[in-house]
């Protein structure tokens, strides 16, 4: 628990409630601030901060300390607030729902993570996938190609374990994944990997994946481009329930 901002509140008399209001988010959000993993946006911060008369170092200690990359904290705070996230993957299945054996294969796969940094990279990876798990959280659709689930990323138990941690999480009503079939020829997928962040305040986010680093962008031409790629991806791809019997049958052939 985030003890110096409980405390903070109690010495203030404000509750999560209170602070909400004067912040101008949801209170379940400030709720969640509670917790030490949970870091607000930058103008959250500093605006709570102001609120309660403290120094932001006070309430949240030194970000830098944290595990993820610093060119990928922008993007970890719009995921954390975002009610719904669209995400397209072509070549991996998307962080949020991978298993610790899958996404530990894929981050020391790609020749570009130390070896001695996967492991940091990884806890980094799996924390984040506590928004999906949240009492609120965000309505996660996704977006796959078929070659995603015939890729042997780890070997066969690591892709049996996946597939079926896959399904499961499809039975949550929060979680929907949807999968382009190998039939289909040229679509905007094969452009590259893609997420849409839409924000309580219904402003939307787009994030961009590459060999080096991810790029945020939010410029409405840009946002628009990647909203016509999200319904080009989403317009090629099986129903729900279709995609989900066929990762169950292809689960089945990683034995």
């Known amino acids: 628990m985030n003890d110096a901002l409980r405390a903070a509140l109690h010495d203030t008399g404000h509750t999560t409630d209170s602070l909400a209001a004067e912040v101008g988010v949801d209170p379940k959000t400030t709720a969640r601030w509670l917790h030490e993993e949970r870091i607000p946006h930058p103008r959250h911060r500093a605006a709570a901060a102001a609120v309660l008369g403290r120094d932001i170092g006070d309430i949240w200690a030194d970000t830098s300390r944290r595990r993820e990359p610093i060119w990928f904290r922008p993007w970890q705070e719009i995921e954390r607030e975002a009610v719904s996230l669209r ?3 072509s070549m991996v299945l998307p962080g949020l729902l991978q ?3 899958y996404a530990r294969a894929v981050l ?7 070896r001695g940094d996967v492991e940091r990279h990884l806890a980094t990876r799996l924390a984040r996938q506590d928004i999906l798990r949240h009492d609120d959280p965000p309505q ?3 977006v796959v190609d078929e070659a995603v689930l015939r890729r042997p990323v780890g070997g066969p138990a690591t892709m049996r374990e996946q597939l079926h941690a896959l399904v499961a999480a499809c039975a949550h009503p929060h979680v929907r994944v949807h999968v382009v079939p190998s039939r289909v020829g040229a679509y905007a997928g ?7 962040a839409a924000g309580a305040d219904h402003r939307l986010a787009g994030y961009l994946d590459n060999q080096i680093q991810g790029q945020v962008v939010s410029d409405p031409d840009d946002i628009a481009a990647i909203l016509g790629a999200w319904e080009n991806v989403r317009g090629e791809a099986l129903s729900h329930w279709q995609s989900v019997e066929l990762i169950t049958e292809v689960a089945q052939t990683w034995s």
């Not at 020391?108 to 130390?114: E, N, R, S």
């Open 108 to 114: 020391g796969g790609t020749g570009l993570i130390a």
């Open 190 to 196: 094969l452009n590259g990997p893609f997420v849409i």
């Open 140 to 142: 996660f659709t996704a």
């Open 87 to 89: 995400w397209y993957e």
């Open 99 to 101: 298993t610790e054996a």
